[in-house]
Nanobody, 114 residues
Framework: QVQLEESGGGLVQPGGSLRLSCAVS????????MHWYRQSPGTQRILVAR???????NYGRSVEGRFTISRDNAKNMAYLQMNDLRPEDTAVYYC????????WGRGTQVTVSS
């Protein structure tokens, strides 16, 4: 059974940084792209960042230049480094993997507030 577990969320002041981690079990991530999504109350879940199996990255417009997605295939992990955080980055952040089907983690809360 494939499981994804996010960690690293929390409360941070504007301008601060957080690093999210996504641990994957039950499937090797190496052949697949890894994704981070986020969802704020009353809004749709949106793509934040994506990294392909070859290391190519794509970012949502609102986070480009501030967030960095990475992966460690040996550890079966994906990461999201978030810098210069803003109140509008407040959301639950989800890790997503699609093999022959889609898998989501339970999410980790990120709150940016002074």
């Amino acid at each position: 059974q494939v499981q994804l577990e996010e960690s690293g969320g929390g409360l941070v002041q504007p301008g601060g940084s957080l690093r999210l981690s996504c641990a994957v079990s039950g499937s090797a991530i190496e052949p697949y792209a890894m994704h981070w999504y986020r969802q704020s109350p009353g809004t749709q879940r949106i793509l934040v960042a994506r990294i392909t199996n070859t290391g190519e990255t794509n970012y949502g417009r609102s986070v480009e230049g501030r967030f960095t997605i990475s992966r460690d295939n040996a550890k079966n992990m994906a990461y999201l480094q978030m810098n210069d955080l803003r109140p509008e980055d407040t959301a639950v952040y989800y890790c997503y993997l699609q093999t022959h089907r889609a898998y989501w983690g339970r999410g980790t809360q990120v709150t940016v507030s002074s």
